[in-house]
């Protein structure tokens, strides 16, 4: 797990600054659907127990997530389970890693009405365009890059974007973008706070 410095009060603003694009389109869509399918809820469930979540507080979380279309009882009947069993807590007991951006992009694409997945990779030019315009830094060159070569670099792209929004980032902290979206939040927050 990764430094403890996000929790369910702050989780929105540092979503905003921090988050690789898979996971802003990932946490937007549970908040204006409060809900998510099955992958998408691994995915991002998995990085959320990355970023440090307890279990305690990511089940606090999805509860809260999901409470304007999922009652208590429901909650705990379909979903406690998996969540649980991604901490190990049950089940082979077997301790579930975040996804990497390599599982990630090569998952297949997304159904309608799911949002798991690279948005580098899975996206139509549309969404993955306001996507971008999140990144206020985003240079317009590596922008019209991004966009140019959409679907064929996934991981590139995603370092491509870092590195302009992040100048002259430690390699010590970039080295591992486009292999762990973990790795994406940890070295924006790190950067934030050089
Ligand atoms: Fe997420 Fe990795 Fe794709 Fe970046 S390259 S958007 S971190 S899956």
Redesign the pocket.
């Known amino acids: 797990t990764g430094p403890r410095n996000i929790n369910l009060s702050n989780i929105d603003e540092l979503a905003m600054i921090h988050f690789?694009?898979?996971?802003k389109k990932l946490y937007q869509s549970l908040k204006s659907n409060h809900h998510l399918k099955h992958y998408g809820r691994l995915q991002f469930g998995l990085y959320l127990k990355g970023l440090g979540f307890p279990l305690e507080e990511s089940l606090q979380f999805w509860r809260k997530m999901f409470a304007e279309k999922v009652t208590a009882e429901k909650f705990s009947k379909n979903y406690e389970y998996n969540i649980k069993h991604s901490y190990g807590r049950l089940g082979k007991m077997a301790d579930y890693s975040p996804?990497?951006?390599n599982k990630?992009?090569r998952m297949p694409k997304p159904a309608l009405g799911e949002f798991h997945?690279?948005?580098?990779?899975h996206s139509e030019k549309g969404e993955l365009i306001n996507i971008l315009m999140s990144y206020q830094k985003l240079e317009n060159e590596i922008k019209e890059w991004i966009l140019g070569r959409h679907e064929k670099e996934?991981?590139l792209?995603?370092i491509k974007?870092f590195e302009s929004t992040h100048p002259g980032a430690d390699y010590k902290f970039t080295e591992k973008?486009?292999?762990?979206?973990n790795?994406?939040f940890d070295a924006s927050y790190e950067y934030s706070k050089s």
Do not use: E, S, V
């Not at 973008?177 to 979206?181: A, H, M, S, V």
């Open positions: 690789p694009p898979c996971m996804w990497t951006c990630i992009t997945g690279c948005p580098f990779r996934p991981q792209a995603c974007l973008i486009g292999i762990y979206p790795a994406y």
